[in-house]
Protein backbone atom coordinates (compact mmCIF):
# COMPACT_ATOMS: atom_id res chain seq x y z
CA UNK A 1 0.00 0.00 0.00
CA UNK A 2 1.59 3.29 -0.58
CA UNK A 3 1.91 5.28 2.51
CA UNK A 4 -1.72 7.19 4.14
CA UNK A 5 -2.19 10.06 1.48
CA UNK A 6 -1.43 13.51 2.80
CA UNK A 7 -4.50 16.22 2.84
CA UNK A 8 -2.58 17.50 0.33
CA UNK A 9 -1.98 15.08 -1.98
CA UNK A 10 -5.34 14.08 -1.77
CA UNK A 11 -6.34 17.36 -3.13
CA UNK A 12 -4.20 17.01 -6.51
CA UNK A 13 -5.38 13.07 -6.59
CA UNK A 14 -9.11 14.75 -6.63
CA UNK A 15 -8.28 17.53 -9.54
CA UNK A 16 -7.09 14.43 -11.35
CA UNK A 17 -9.93 12.09 -11.11
CA UNK A 18 -12.09 14.88 -11.91
CA UNK A 19 -11.62 15.05 -15.42
CA UNK A 20 -13.02 11.59 -15.88
CA UNK A 21 -12.49 8.16 -14.63
CA UNK A 22 -13.09 5.62 -18.23
CA UNK A 23 -15.16 8.99 -19.03
CA UNK A 24 -17.67 9.36 -16.65
CA UNK A 25 -18.49 12.29 -15.29
CA UNK A 26 -20.89 13.13 -12.38
CA UNK A 27 -22.03 16.44 -13.62
CA UNK A 28 -23.33 14.60 -16.33
CA UNK A 29 -25.49 11.77 -14.01
CA UNK A 30 -29.03 12.83 -13.14
CA UNK A 31 -30.72 10.95 -10.49
CA UNK A 32 -33.65 8.47 -11.45
CA UNK A 33 -34.33 7.05 -7.83
CA UNK A 34 -32.77 5.55 -4.80
CA UNK A 35 -32.33 2.35 -5.25
CA UNK A 36 -31.08 1.25 -1.41
CA UNK A 37 -29.68 3.44 1.93
CA UNK A 38 -28.53 2.78 4.68
CA UNK A 39 -28.31 4.59 7.83
CA UNK A 40 -25.73 2.10 9.93
CA UNK A 41 -23.74 1.72 6.82
CA UNK A 42 -23.63 5.39 5.76
CA UNK A 43 -23.82 4.72 2.36
CA UNK A 44 -26.74 5.18 -0.61
CA UNK A 45 -26.88 3.69 -3.82
CA UNK A 46 -28.38 5.38 -6.85
CA UNK A 47 -29.59 4.74 -10.26
CA UNK A 48 -28.80 7.54 -12.67
CA UNK A 49 -29.08 8.44 -16.21
CA UNK A 50 -26.11 9.66 -18.14
CA UNK A 51 -27.42 12.18 -20.59
CA UNK A 52 -25.13 11.01 -24.20
CA UNK A 53 -25.30 12.97 -27.20
CA UNK A 54 -27.70 10.96 -28.93
CA UNK A 55 -30.44 11.87 -25.87
CA UNK A 56 -31.10 8.81 -24.97
CA UNK A 57 -29.38 8.39 -21.32
CA UNK A 58 -27.01 5.55 -20.23
CA UNK A 59 -27.74 3.83 -17.03
CA UNK A 60 -25.18 3.64 -14.30
CA UNK A 61 -25.23 2.65 -10.63
CA UNK A 62 -23.57 5.20 -8.50
CA UNK A 63 -22.67 4.23 -4.82
CA UNK A 64 -21.62 6.71 -2.51
CA UNK A 65 -20.48 5.67 1.09
CA UNK A 66 -19.10 7.83 3.98
CA UNK A 67 -15.51 6.80 5.09
CA UNK A 68 -14.52 6.04 8.34
CA UNK A 69 -12.18 8.36 10.36
CA UNK A 70 -8.32 8.32 9.61
CA UNK A 71 -6.56 8.61 12.43
CA UNK A 72 -3.92 10.69 10.90
CA UNK A 73 -5.93 13.87 10.07
CA UNK A 74 -7.74 14.28 13.25
CA UNK A 75 -5.55 17.08 14.47
CA UNK A 76 -6.74 18.71 10.97
CA UNK A 77 -9.97 18.35 12.31
CA UNK A 78 -9.45 20.24 15.56
CA UNK A 79 -8.13 23.15 13.89
CA UNK A 80 -9.34 27.23 13.79
CA UNK A 81 -10.89 26.78 10.57
CA UNK A 82 -13.36 24.60 10.56
CA UNK A 83 -16.85 25.75 12.00
CA UNK A 84 -18.18 24.57 14.51
CA UNK A 85 -21.89 25.38 14.75
CA UNK A 86 -23.92 24.35 18.05
CA UNK A 87 -27.09 22.57 17.64
CA UNK A 88 -28.00 22.00 21.21
CA UNK A 89 -26.78 23.17 24.37
CA UNK A 90 -28.44 21.38 27.96
CA UNK A 91 -26.42 21.13 31.66
CA UNK A 92 -22.89 19.54 30.65
CA UNK A 93 -24.31 18.45 26.93
CA UNK A 94 -24.13 19.87 23.94
CA UNK A 95 -23.89 18.94 19.55
CA UNK A 96 -22.80 20.69 17.07
CA UNK A 97 -22.38 20.22 13.09
CA UNK A 98 -18.68 20.18 12.54
CA UNK A 99 -17.95 21.49 9.21
CA UNK A 100 -14.64 20.18 7.87
CA UNK A 101 -12.53 21.05 4.24
CA UNK A 102 -13.94 19.42 2.29
CA UNK A 103 -10.32 16.85 1.80
CA UNK A 104 -11.15 15.70 4.86
CA UNK A 105 -14.38 15.20 3.49
CA UNK A 106 -14.37 12.41 1.14
CA UNK A 107 -16.96 10.82 0.13
CA UNK A 108 -16.16 6.76 -1.87
CA UNK A 109 -17.82 7.09 -5.12
CA UNK A 110 -18.11 3.52 -6.94
CA UNK A 111 -19.89 3.86 -10.74
CA UNK A 112 -20.94 0.91 -12.69
CA UNK A 113 -21.34 2.45 -16.42
CA UNK A 114 -22.89 1.42 -18.34
CA UNK A 115 -24.78 -0.81 -16.07
CA UNK A 116 -27.46 -3.13 -16.99
CA UNK A 117 -30.67 -4.00 -15.59
CA UNK A 118 -29.52 -7.05 -13.52
CA UNK A 119 -26.87 -3.94 -11.97
CA UNK A 120 -29.82 -2.23 -11.14
CA UNK A 121 -31.67 -5.39 -9.63
CA UNK A 122 -28.48 -6.52 -7.55
CA UNK A 123 -28.91 -3.14 -5.13
CA UNK A 124 -32.64 -2.61 -4.91
CA UNK A 125 -33.81 -3.89 -1.62
CA UNK A 126 -35.36 -6.92 -1.47
CA UNK A 127 -36.71 -9.55 0.82
CA UNK A 128 -34.28 -12.55 1.18
CA UNK A 129 -34.82 -16.40 1.29
CA UNK A 130 -32.57 -19.42 2.88
CA UNK A 131 -31.97 -21.95 0.45
CA UNK A 132 -30.96 -26.07 1.24
CA UNK A 133 -29.00 -26.88 -1.47
CA UNK A 134 -27.79 -30.39 -1.64
CA UNK A 135 -25.44 -32.21 -4.01
CA UNK A 136 -28.18 -32.78 -6.05
CA UNK A 137 -29.71 -29.47 -6.45
CA UNK A 138 -26.78 -28.06 -7.33
CA UNK A 139 -26.29 -30.77 -10.48
CA UNK A 140 -29.97 -30.13 -11.25
CA UNK A 141 -30.69 -26.80 -11.00
CA UNK A 142 -28.03 -24.50 -9.51
CA UNK A 143 -24.70 -25.41 -12.03
CA UNK A 144 -27.54 -25.53 -15.17
CA UNK A 145 -28.57 -21.79 -14.18
CA UNK A 146 -24.94 -20.48 -13.76
CA UNK A 147 -24.34 -22.08 -17.29
CA UNK A 148 -27.28 -20.47 -18.83
CA UNK A 149 -26.39 -17.22 -17.56
CA UNK A 150 -23.18 -14.91 -19.13
CA UNK A 151 -22.09 -13.39 -16.31
CA UNK A 152 -18.86 -11.26 -17.90
CA UNK A 153 -15.99 -11.60 -15.02
CA UNK A 154 -13.41 -9.76 -17.71
CA UNK A 155 -12.66 -7.44 -14.67
CA UNK A 156 -11.13 -10.62 -13.21
CA UNK A 157 -9.10 -11.38 -16.31
CA UNK A 158 -8.27 -7.83 -16.37
CA UNK A 159 -6.84 -8.46 -12.94
CA UNK A 160 -5.03 -11.70 -13.06
CA UNK A 161 -3.42 -9.96 -16.82
CA UNK A 162 -2.05 -7.13 -15.46
CA UNK A 163 -4.40 -5.00 -17.91
CA UNK A 164 -5.88 -3.13 -14.92
CA UNK A 165 -5.24 -2.23 -11.31
CA UNK A 166 -1.37 -3.95 -11.80
CA UNK A 167 0.34 -1.28 -9.23
CA UNK A 168 -2.63 -1.93 -6.62
CA UNK A 169 -1.47 -5.92 -6.74
CA UNK A 170 -0.32 -6.66 -3.11
CA UNK A 171 1.14 -10.18 -3.90
CA UNK A 172 0.86 -12.66 -6.59
CA UNK A 173 2.27 -16.30 -7.07
CA UNK A 174 2.53 -16.73 -10.58
CA UNK A 175 2.55 -20.39 -10.61
CA UNK A 176 -0.78 -21.28 -13.07
CA UNK A 177 -1.94 -24.04 -10.95
CA UNK A 178 -1.46 -23.04 -7.83
CA UNK A 179 -1.24 -19.53 -7.94
CA UNK A 180 -3.24 -16.44 -7.23
CA UNK A 181 -2.97 -12.27 -6.98
CA UNK A 182 -3.86 -10.71 -3.85
CA UNK A 183 -5.22 -7.00 -4.18
CA UNK A 184 -7.97 -4.50 -2.60
CA UNK A 185 -11.08 -5.20 -3.07
CA UNK A 186 -12.99 -2.30 -4.48
CA UNK A 187 -15.13 -2.16 -1.11
CA UNK A 188 -11.48 -0.66 0.86
CA UNK A 189 -10.19 2.48 0.03
CA UNK A 190 -6.44 1.31 1.74
CA UNK A 191 -6.58 4.57 4.19
CA UNK A 192 -7.20 2.85 7.30
CA UNK A 193 -6.83 -0.78 8.20
CA UNK A 194 -10.59 -0.61 10.28
CA UNK A 195 -11.84 -1.96 6.95
CA UNK A 196 -9.09 -3.87 5.34
CA UNK A 197 -10.64 -5.86 2.75
CA UNK A 198 -8.82 -7.58 0.34
CA UNK A 199 -9.32 -10.97 -2.10
CA UNK A 200 -6.99 -13.57 -3.21
CA UNK A 201 -8.31 -14.55 -6.88
CA UNK A 202 -6.24 -17.84 -8.36
CA UNK A 203 -4.76 -17.81 -11.40
CA UNK A 204 -6.65 -21.42 -12.53
CA UNK A 205 -9.65 -20.86 -14.63
CA UNK A 206 -12.66 -23.06 -14.32
CA UNK A 207 -13.54 -22.97 -10.62
CA UNK A 208 -16.62 -21.90 -10.28
CA UNK A 209 -17.10 -21.79 -6.37
CA UNK A 210 -16.58 -24.12 -3.48
CA UNK A 211 -18.81 -26.32 -5.01
CA UNK A 212 -16.15 -27.34 -7.65
CA UNK A 213 -13.76 -27.80 -4.69
CA UNK A 214 -11.92 -31.59 -4.53
CA UNK A 215 -8.75 -32.17 -2.63
CA UNK A 216 -6.73 -32.00 -6.06
CA UNK A 217 -7.28 -27.71 -5.05
CA UNK A 218 -5.02 -28.18 -1.31
CA UNK A 219 -1.73 -26.98 -2.68
CA UNK A 220 -3.89 -24.05 -3.60
CA UNK A 221 -6.03 -23.36 -1.08
CA UNK A 222 -3.16 -23.79 1.25
CA UNK A 223 -0.94 -21.21 -1.07
CA UNK A 224 -3.74 -18.70 -0.67
CA UNK A 225 -3.92 -18.95 3.02
CA UNK A 226 -0.33 -19.20 3.83
CA UNK A 227 1.16 -16.59 1.58
CA UNK A 228 -1.39 -14.33 1.45
CA UNK A 229 -1.93 -14.45 4.84
CA UNK A 230 2.00 -13.50 5.52
CA UNK A 231 1.52 -10.54 2.16
CA UNK A 232 -1.09 -9.02 4.78
CA UNK A 233 0.88 -9.09 7.50
CA UNK A 234 3.96 -7.84 5.96
CA UNK A 235 2.87 -5.38 4.10
CA UNK A 236 -0.18 -3.83 6.63
CA UNK A 237 1.56 -5.04 9.96
CA UNK A 238 -1.98 -6.65 11.05
CA UNK A 239 -1.65 -9.91 13.12
CA UNK A 240 -2.40 -13.16 10.72
CA UNK A 241 -4.56 -13.87 13.61
CA UNK A 242 -6.46 -10.71 13.16
CA UNK A 243 -7.66 -11.51 9.89
CA UNK A 244 -10.70 -13.38 8.36
CA UNK A 245 -9.92 -15.65 5.54
CA UNK A 246 -13.13 -17.06 3.65
CA UNK A 247 -15.02 -18.08 0.73
CA UNK A 248 -18.51 -16.74 -0.21
CA UNK A 249 -20.98 -19.74 -1.34
CA UNK A 250 -22.75 -18.19 -3.93
CA UNK A 251 -20.33 -16.18 -4.63
CA UNK A 252 -20.87 -12.95 -6.67
CA UNK A 253 -18.67 -14.12 -9.66
CA UNK A 254 -17.97 -17.82 -10.79
CA UNK A 255 -14.07 -17.69 -10.29
CA UNK A 256 -12.65 -18.83 -7.81
CA UNK A 257 -11.34 -16.16 -5.06
CA UNK A 258 -10.93 -15.68 -1.40
CA UNK A 259 -12.08 -13.00 1.12
CA UNK A 260 -9.12 -11.32 3.78
CA UNK A 261 -11.56 -9.00 5.96
CA UNK A 262 -9.88 -7.46 9.60
CA UNK A 263 -11.74 -9.89 11.93
CA UNK A 264 -12.80 -6.08 13.75
CA UNK A 265 -14.68 -5.48 11.20
CA UNK A 266 -18.77 -6.59 10.24
CA UNK A 267 -17.77 -6.95 6.72
CA UNK A 268 -20.72 -7.48 3.88
CA UNK A 269 -20.84 -11.05 3.06
CA UNK A 270 -19.49 -12.54 6.53
CA UNK A 271 -22.58 -13.58 8.11
CA UNK A 272 -23.05 -17.77 8.80
CA UNK A 273 -25.17 -18.38 5.56
CA UNK A 274 -22.49 -17.04 2.99
CA UNK A 275 -18.59 -17.08 4.66
CA UNK A 276 -17.35 -20.31 4.45
CA UNK A 277 -13.50 -20.30 6.46
CA UNK A 278 -10.86 -21.32 4.24
CA UNK A 279 -9.13 -23.05 7.43
CA UNK A 280 -12.06 -24.62 7.58
CA UNK A 281 -12.63 -25.84 3.62
CA UNK A 282 -9.58 -27.00 3.58
CA UNK A 283 -9.75 -29.58 6.92
CA UNK A 284 -13.16 -30.64 5.28
CA UNK A 285 -11.15 -31.87 1.85
CA UNK A 286 -8.62 -33.19 3.89
CA UNK A 287 -10.76 -35.61 5.31
CA UNK A 288 -13.19 -36.12 2.43
CA UNK A 289 -12.50 -35.28 -0.92
CA UNK A 290 -15.89 -34.80 -2.26
CA UNK A 291 -16.85 -33.15 0.79
CA UNK A 292 -18.27 -29.84 -1.34
CA UNK A 293 -19.91 -32.04 -4.10
CA UNK A 294 -22.15 -34.29 -0.90
CA UNK A 295 -23.02 -31.21 1.67
CA UNK A 296 -25.69 -29.46 1.75
CA UNK A 297 -25.04 -25.87 1.66
CA UNK A 298 -27.43 -23.16 2.43
CA UNK A 299 -27.60 -20.15 1.39
CA UNK A 300 -29.87 -16.42 0.99
CA UNK A 301 -31.09 -15.69 -2.13
CA UNK A 302 -32.84 -12.27 -2.94
CA UNK A 303 -36.68 -12.58 -4.23
CA UNK A 304 -36.33 -11.08 -7.61
CA UNK A 305 -33.27 -13.72 -8.23
CA UNK A 306 -33.96 -15.96 -11.08
CA UNK A 307 -32.02 -19.01 -9.08
CA UNK A 308 -34.84 -18.57 -6.61
CA UNK A 309 -37.70 -19.23 -9.09
CA UNK A 310 -35.98 -22.02 -10.13
CA UNK A 311 -36.10 -23.10 -6.64
CA UNK A 312 -39.90 -22.60 -5.85
CA UNK A 313 -40.43 -24.35 -9.20
CA UNK A 314 -38.46 -27.29 -7.98
CA UNK A 315 -40.80 -27.76 -4.90
CA UNK A 316 -38.02 -25.76 -2.74
CA UNK A 317 -39.64 -23.32 -0.25
C1 LIG B 1 -18.38 -5.71 -8.80
C2 LIG B 1 -17.86 -7.86 -7.67
C3 LIG B 1 -17.36 -6.80 -8.64
C4 LIG B 1 -20.33 -3.77 -9.09
C5 LIG B 1 -19.31 -3.61 -8.21
C6 LIG B 1 -18.34 -4.58 -8.04
N1 LIG B 1 -12.28 -5.54 -6.48
C7 LIG B 1 -15.18 -5.68 -8.85
C8 LIG B 1 -14.40 -4.75 -10.92
C9 LIG B 1 -13.14 -4.54 -10.40
C10 LIG B 1 -13.88 -5.46 -8.27
C11 LIG B 1 -13.52 -5.79 -6.92
C12 LIG B 1 -19.41 -5.88 -9.70
C13 LIG B 1 -15.41 -5.31 -10.16
CL1 LIG B 1 -19.23 -2.22 -7.24
C14 LIG B 1 -20.38 -4.90 -9.86
O1 LIG B 1 -16.16 -6.28 -8.07
C15 LIG B 1 -12.88 -4.89 -9.06
N2 LIG B 1 -11.62 -4.68 -8.58
N3 LIG B 1 -14.39 -6.31 -6.04
C16 LIG B 1 -11.36 -5.00 -7.30
N4 LIG B 1 -10.12 -4.76 -6.80
Redesign the pocket.
Known sequence: MAEPLSVKRKHEEKEEKNGAAGGFLLSEVSLRRVLRESARDKTIFLHGQVNSASGDGTDA?V?LEKTPFQEENISELLKEYTKLQLQMSNDIYSTYHLYVPPELNEIKT???YPATEK?LQ?YLRQEVYLIRETGEDYKNITLPFIQSQSFSIQ??Y??LEKK??AD?IIYENPDPANGFVL?????WNQKQLDDLYL?AICHCRGIKSLRDLTAEHLPLLKNILQEGKEAVVKRFGISGAQLRVYLHYQP??YHLHVHFTALSYDAPGCSVERAHLLSDVIDHLELDSQYYQKRTLTFALRADEPLLKRFQEAGHL
Open positions: VITVVHKWVNIAERIPDFKISY
